[in-house]
């Protein structure tokens, strides 16, 4: 099990990789993610699943390296094993018939937003997807997710493809052309931030899927807790994915920065 | 009071080397001998590492002459006091004899993790409370060293002796049925080895990557080292038990899959993971974490391992909540992990603690502070949201309240500040929901703990509970025990079925 059967460089720091874990391709539904370890002596990290192949019996992962585990992650090859694969965990997106939904994701966060936007399309919704990435090299899966939604906006922050901006200005874009039903915002936990004050104000209901650091993964320790609509949550059982405009986004920023600063010896 | 085999413990008793050894010495003889002090480890040594075992086990001589103490009555009441029931006159007598793989031999009927409850079980409420003994105001036969010191002798002997050890592996009879554990902690370990011993297959799924439950990420190597957990695996692996790593039960597999996989019987296990809090101002900034956080970075994850690339918060000022055992191993790694101040924050007094006296005394050994009758009521932070201080209500104990202890009462007034850099929480535990949430069928109380009966038995037939997800959050031995009288009980529902 575990085994790396594909795997592809979208940039120079975003890998995909094609795993085989039969049982998880089975039991997944999008939103939900995965723990990993990379070796006997890695730490324990949430990815989410991109999309699985059922009758391959394989998950796709999509990471970023931005720590030491992360880029043991990429540096693995076709043929290596990851030590630890569990899941699929959190509870799945909710998918339903809504009208017209809104996706915005930034940077790696793109990558779970992929079968949120598959999910969401075969529902029936007009599904337009707003992709946002610093320049044009780190804008990933635009051609795939043009065959699962009727329009891509690609957004990057020095105009090398796309339109130049933010995310939030492609978002808003949208919401002034037409009537929005709902929004759906992964990535970088201060781009969910400015993406649920701007739907705030035009007051569409948007969804976040929350980036905390865990550990177990299974409720257990409360490392992921967040406030949300003024409640204790834990983003592994009772998310990750929460109502954005009650996310108390700068303590969930605050948190993530936890390890950081160094820790005295 | 349980029914004991008393034919069994007279057969046994009556054997005429046991009758000759029972009159070798007289009973003033034997309850003249002082009981047995536990060698410990140098405290300044101990609390340099995160490592070194604080209690060292008996030496040989030592355990011979405790075992003299032992006065082999006809009725032990010691085996009531003992939630798994081993036949302690009877392991005793073959220490006093030298005999010590006779003596595990005798303790591995009907105990699957004798050097895990050597170490962890509270005896002085347990068996160790029924001792004879006790009537003539003498402390009891140390009962938990004992059987310590035989699962030490047995572990040893076989590491050193693989083959005979391998000559001496059970190989149960296959009976053709299987049954699912979920869940790979000290109640799921115990219905394991009772199941295999009675010829089922038996697999068992755990959700994190290492099999053992609380044993492995919670109670700390210097208590439990996880060498000694892994040995009691392996010796139910060679029973033939398996072990799949990584696999949810509810997530990765459901209900319906372990129906498609033909498992006659399932026994959930699965324990309380949902760490408490207190829900005051400030416990969501950076350094405030639960025990089960700390204590699986440490013990889990060996945080502090040279290769190991998963961080633990140090601190110097480390304040741990709470009055448990849990909140104890907390405390005692923070000082081990090179906290100036490790304090324990308790909002009852020192008698009302429902740590193991034990664990206490080491605690207070190793320097740690205890702040009795205070209660945190807020933490403040610096300008990163790092916790920096904490402010403390001090109590003073009122009437008794339901439980029948006195009822700790806020000071008016009466508020300090003192600083912290980590604050560990330790307040208790609530059942993991996973498994109620994705069975179907299952009575759930409305604490979240599965409804069984007598029987560990659950209102879907053939899917028995027990351990933490029934009771709560409470101890390794009532887990086991549960193991046990679960294992007994769907074993006769599965034969009457079939």
Redesign the interface.
């Known amino acids: 099990m575990n085994l790396i059967v594909e795997k592809k460089n979208f940039s120079e720091k975003v890998v995909m990789l094609r795993v085989e874990a039969p049982r998880i391709a089975r039991a997944r539904k999008p939103g939900h993610f995965v723990i990993v370890r990379v070796s006997e002596t890695g730490e324990r990290i949430p990815l989410t699943i991109a999309s699985a192949n059922e009758k391959e019996g394989t998950i796709t992962l999509v990471i970023q390296a931005v720590g030491s585990s992360s880029q043991r992650i990429n540096a693995l090859k076709v043929g290596d094993y990851l030590h630890d694969v569990v899941g699929p965990l959190g509870r799945p997106t909710e998918i339903e018939k809504v009208g017209t939904v809104v996706c915005a994701g930034g940077g790696v966060g793109v990558a779970p937003l992929y079968p949120i936007v598959e999910g969401f399309h075969k529902a029936g919704n007009r599904v337009i997807v707003v992709l946002a990435a610093r320049n044009k090299d780190l804008v990933i899966l635009e051609d795939e997710m043009k065959k699962v939604s009727d329009e891509v906006i690609v957004m990057t922050d020095d105009g090398s493809s796309g339109r130049k901006g933010l995310v939030t200005a492609g978002v808003e874009e949208v919401i002034k052309r037409e009537k929005v039903d709902r929004c759906i915002t992964i990535g970088p936990a201060i781009m969910m931030k400015f993406v649920a004050k701007l739907t705030k104000e035009y007051n569409i209901p948007t969804v976040s899927s929350l980036n905390a650091i865990m550990v177990d993964g299974t409720g257990m320790c409360g490392a992921c807790r967040v406030t949300v609509g003024g409640q204790r949550k834990f983003v592994c059982v009772d998310g990750p994915e929460f109502d954005a405009h009650q996310v108390d986004f700068d303590e969930l920023l605050m948190r993530l920065n936890s390890y950081k600063t160094p820790l005295k010896k | 009071m349980k029914n004991l085999d008393l034919d069994l413990i007279k057969e046994r008793r009556e054997q005429p080397w046991r009758e000759e050894l029972r009159k070798s010495k007289k009973p003033k003889e034997r309850n003249s001998v002082p009981r047995v002090k536990m060698p410990e480890a140098p405290i300044e040594e101990r609390i340099s590492s995160l490592t070194i075992e604080v209690n060292q086990g008996l030496t040989e001589e030592q355990a011979l002459l405790e075992a003299t103490r032992c006065l082999d009555c006809p009725k032990p009441s010691c085996m009531i006091g003992c939630p798994v029931e081993i036949h302690i006159p009877s392991f005793i007598k073959f220490v006093e004899a030298g005999k010590y793989l006779d003596a595990a031999k005798i303790i591995r009927e009907t105990s699957s993790l004798p050097a895990v409850c050597g170490r962890v079980c509270p005896q002085e409420r347990q068996c160790e409370s029924q001792c004879v003994y006790n009537a003539m105001k003498k402390p009891p036969v140390a009962i938990g060293y004992l059987e310590r010191f035989v699962a030490d002798y047995e572990r040893e002997y076989d590491q050193s002796h693989p083959k005979k050890a391998e000559e001496t592996h059970i190989t149960p009879q296959l009976n053709g049925m299987k049954v699912a554990v979920v869940g790979s902690g000290p109640a799921g370990l115990s219905f394991a080895g009772d199941m295999a011993k009675l010829g089922y297959q038996v697999n068992v799924f755990e959700?994190?990557?290492d099999v053992g439950g609380v044993l492995k990420y919670g109670i700390p190597e210097y208590r439990l080292p996880n060498s000694v957990v892994e040995a009691e695996i392996q010796k139910l692996r060679d029973l033939g038990v398996t072990f799949e790593?990584?696999?949810?039960i509810g997530?990765?597999?459901?209900q319906e899959d372990l129906e498609e996989m033909g498992f006659d019987g399932v026994f959930v296990a699965s324990g309380a993971?949902?760490?408490n809090?207190m829900?005051i101002p400030g416990?969501?900034?950076?350094?405030v974490?639960?025990s089960?956080?700390y204590l699986?970075?440490v013990n889990l994850?060996?945080a502090r391992?040279l290769?190991?690339?998963?961080?633990?918060?140090?601190?110097?000022n480390v304040a741990v909540i709470g009055g448990g055992n849990t909140a104890m191993d907390s405390v005692r790694t923070a000082k081990r992990l090179?906290a100036k101040r490790a304090m324990i924050i308790y909002r009852r007094s020192l008698e009302e603690m429902p740590a193991r006296l034990e664990e206490v005394h080491h605690a207070m050994d190793e320097g740690v502070e205890f702040l009795n009758l205070h209660n945190p009521i807020e933490y403040k932070s610096d300008e990163?949201?790092?916790v920096k201080t904490m402010l403390l209500q001090k109590m003073e104990l009122g009437e008794p309240d339901a439980s029948g202890r006195r009822r700790p009462v806020p000071i008016e007034g009466a508020i300090e500040e003192i600083p912290v850099?980590v604050v560990v929480v330790s307040i208790g535990v609530s059942p993991?929901?996973?498994v109620p949430n994705n069975f179907n069928g299952l009575k759930i109380s409305p604490k979240g703990t599965i409804l069984v009966n007598e029987d560990n038995q659950t209102d879907v037939p053939k899917i028995f509970a027990g351990g933490d997800i029934v009771r709560g959050g409470a101890t390794v031995i009532l887990a086991m025990g549960d193991g046990r009288k679960a294992a007994a009980a769907m074993d006769e529902y599965l034969k009457n079925k079939k």
């Open positions: 959700a994190l990557h790593t990584n696999t949810i997530a990765t597999l459901s993971g949902l760490p809090f829900g416990e969501n900034y950076i350094g974490m639960s089960n956080e699986t970075r994850m060996h391992g290769e190991s690339e998963t961080p633990v918060m140090l601190g110097e090179g990163n949201g790092r850099d993991n929901p996973l």
